[in-house]
């Protein structure tokens, strides 16, 4: 296969088939740290690989764009292990639903790999602090379906996005850490519910009342309705990263950003 000028992910399928030849798996780490600088994990397999070959590779950067299943195969532990440099971690959504990761992430406490990006569900503090254990000025991605306290992530990311449904009730305050400033994201606003996207905003808001952006996803609210959340959320001298006046624009085809500034909303006009 050398002589044929096979690649790097042919020889994968090798090792595979070959797991137990140190040899084997030593020249293949070598083979993609020459022609990829990098392991890519996208399925079961390329995690099953990658753990056979990061102890001759330790330090390579690991890019993960796979599912939970992939994740939990019993190879993740042993990448985790073993790997020493930086990771870019992305759990892709294979559906609509909150799809937690919190298990996956345990592992991390006892790793010496790196996060420098992560996208994906968490849904407790545990979860959390795992993450925490391994960020670096991350860039961080996370949905989540309750107010959780996201303080250990304070000092471990370079950018916070939360994505989080609408609060259909009221909760405690769950302040987002200040610095630097995070996104928040808030999913499916329906018809009449701006009472309750303000309180989920100010459940959220972080002690400076500072925030880089306020996006709501597939929004439902009419115009009134918006003029009345912006209204609320100035009142309660919220910011975001804007200049001007209080406003709400479309921001890509499925989001509107709330920008709130100085100057209150304009009057609505029918």
């Given amino acids: 296969m050398e002589e044929a000028g096979a690649s790097a992910r042919h020889w994968w399928e ?22 990829d600088e990098q392991f890519m994990i996208q399925s079961t397999r390329d995690l099953e690989a990658v753990a056979l070959m990061l102890t001759y590779a330790q330090d390579v950067l690991v890019k993960v764009k796979a599912s939970l299943e992939a994740l939990r195969s019993p190879a ?14 992305e759990i892709l959504d294979m559906s609509p639903d909150f799809t937690p990761c919190d298990d996956v992430l345990q592992p991390l406490l006892s790793s ?11 849904r407790t503090e545990a979860g959390i602090a795992a993450l925490a254990s391994a960020a670096a000025s991350a860039s961080i991605h996370i949905r989540v379906e309750a107010p959780l306290n996201l303080s250990a992530l304070h000092g471990k990311y ?4 939360v994505c989080t449904p609408v609060l259909d009730t009221a909760v405690a305050a769950a302040p987002l850490p200040a610095l630097p400033s995070p996104v928040l994201q808030v999913l499916s606003p329906g018809a009449g519910t701006w009472e309750a996207v303000a309180r989920t905003v100010l459940t959220y808001a972080p002690r400076c009342k500072k925030l880089l952006a306020i996006e709501l996803w597939q929004s439902a609210l009419s115009e009134e309705e918006e003029r009345l959340l912006l209204l609320t959320l100035h009142e309660k001298r919220l910011k975001t990263n804007d200049a001007g006046i209080t406003r709400a624009e479309r921001h890509g085809a499925h989001r509107r950003q709330l920008r709130l500034c100085e100057d209150p909303p304009a009057t609505y006009s029918p």
């Fill in 14 to 35: 090798v090792l595979l088939s070959r797991p137990h030849e140190p040899a084997l798996a030593e020249f293949a780490a070598r083979k993609t740290r020459m022609e």
């Fill in 76 to 89: 993740w532990e042993q990448v985790l292990k073993h790997h020493t440099g930086t990771m870019q971690l």
């Fill in 112 to 122: 010496s790999s790196k996060i420098k990006s992560f996208q994906g569900h968490i």
């Fill in 158 to 161: 370079a950018e916070l996005h």
